[in-house]
């Protein structure tokens, strides 16, 4: 993933934080959405890891957290 590929793809992870709305009106989430809200802020947690990974010249790390990412994506994107 290159710095710019990285840049686009915290701010998206940060829009999809920004939009998650506030509890809903009558009683608690249900168990499938609590798993997505978990999964989107896991997303954007996952993309400070690949950032901090570059930053510090760990191939291995940005490596795992991509691999990471790559599965969390799909599980965001597919919900």
Partial sequence: MTNE???EAIK???????NLSSSPTNGPFP???VTRREMIL???LTLYKIE???KCKRGDLEHFNTEIYDLIT???KSR
């Fill in 12 to 18: 998206d992870a940060t829009d999809d934080v920004k």
């Fill in 5 to 7: 590929e990285l840049q």
């Fill in 31 to 33: 168990q499938n959405e």
């Fill in 42 to 44: 896991l997303r954007q």
């Fill in 52 to 54: 901090d990974a570059k």
């Fill in 74 to 76: 799909t599980f965001v």
